[in-house]
């Protein structure tokens, strides 16, 4: 909540406390109290038992996973084999 909404919407109903030349703070139940009514006026509604929430979304799994020694092309079984065995194969330079 940015300053302005804050100043607008909520400290008319807040006792301001006074810290100092510019400080001011504010009772932390009363805010509780304020935001619960706010919750309580605009939230989303409860979830009952068993029943999913109304903005709940599904998300699949992804099919697209790699998993290690699984190729991601389309290379038949064969061929990723014989590719993995060549590059096994190689010896490292020395460079």
Known sequence: MD???FNREVRPYLTQVPIGHQGVA???LELDDWA???IRRNGRPGRLRGERL???KEYRASSNVVKP?????RFVAGEFERAVEQ?????????
């Open 3 to 5: 300053r302005n909404r």
């Open 69 to 73: 020694g699984t190729s991601t092309s």
């Open 87 to 95: 590059v096994n194969s190689r010896k490292q330079s020395s460079t």
């Open 36 to 38: 619960n009514d706010h």
């Open 26 to 28: 504010f009772d932390r």
């Open 54 to 56: 109304w903005d709940e």
